[in-house]
Structure formats: C-alpha cells, structure tokens
C-alpha cells in the first residue's frame, strides 16, 4: 500500500511539473507579446510627434526647418511616407514642380491613397508656375 501511495504521489508531482512548464511557457509568451505591442505603441506615438512638428513647421512657414527635419528622417527611414509627403510640400512652397512630383511619387509607393491631394497641389503649382 506504502509503495501504490509513493508512485501516486510521484505521478501527481511529474503532472504539476508538466503543468507548472506549460505555465510558466505560457507567461513568457504572453510577455513577449506585450512587450512587442509596448514597442509598437511607442513606435506608433513616435511618429505621430514626428508628424505633429512636421505639422506645425509646415503651418509656421518654417520651410528650411521642415525640409531638414524630413531629410534626418529620411536618413534613418528612407521610404518614410510622411517625410517624404511633407518634403513634397516644402518643394511646393519653393515653386519647384520636379522635386515636388518626386518626393510625391515616393510617399505614394508606400501611401497610395495620397494622391488625390498629390495630384491637387501639383496641379495649383502647375497652374501657378
């Protein structure tokens, strides 16, 4: 009976072994996501400030000043839609056509829904020029 009683107990305990790996499996994974959701929030959060100060150098006619804060972006993310929709837009202010449609055109690889509006301001520029 003494012998039926210690195999019993070993077996419970080889199941909460089982039991406390895939737990403790289960934790780790769970953690990898949420730290990978953390990283992609911030990430999101980044380039919504990085879009803001765009923003607000655009709307203070601070050209110069956005088109070096989108070049530094492009450096570290090259095919960066938004830098290169806002260069575009600094192209535009300089009245220069060429460089507006081909920074245009590389925010349009990455964001095709854009080109309604692309194709506004380079038709008021055309129209201007």
Same mark, same amino acid.
Request: aromatic share 8%.
């Given at each position: 009976? =003494?012998q039926q009683?210690?195999?019993?107990l070993v077996e419970?305990?080889?199941?909460?072994? #089982?039991m406390? *790996?895939?737990?403790?499996? *289960?934790?780790?994974?769970?953690?990898?996501?949420?730290?990978i959701n953390?990283?992609n929030?911030l990430?999101s959060v980044?380039?919504?400030l990085w879009?803001?100060e765009?923003g &607000?150098?655009?709307?203070?006619n601070?050209?110069d000043d956005? =088109?070096?804060?989108?070049?530094? $972006?492009? #450096? &570290?993310?090259p095919?960066?839609?938004? *830098?290169?929709w806002?260069?575009a837009?600094?192209?535009?202010?300089?009245?220069?056509?060429k460089k507006?449609?081909?920074y245009f055109?590389q *925010?349009?690889?990455?964001?095709?829904?854009? &080109?309604?509006e692309?194709?506004?301001?380079l $038709?008021a520029?055309? &129209?201007?020029?």
């Open positions: 009976m =003494d009683l210690f195999e019993v419970i305990k080889n199941i909460l072994i #089982i406390a *790996a895939f737990v403790s499996v *289960a934790c780790m994974l769970w953690s990898t996501k949420t730290l953390i990283k929030n990430a980044k380039r919504n879009g803001d765009a &607000e150098l655009f709307s203070r601070k050209i956005l =088109d070096k804060l989108c070049n530094i $972006r492009l #450096i &570290e993310y095919n960066d839609a938004d *830098a290169n806002w260069l837009r600094c192209y535009c202010s300089r009245k220069d056509l507006s449609k081909e055109d *925010a349009l690889v990455v964001n095709p829904s854009w &080109e309604g692309a194709d506004k301001l $038709r520029l055309e &129209e201007g020029a």
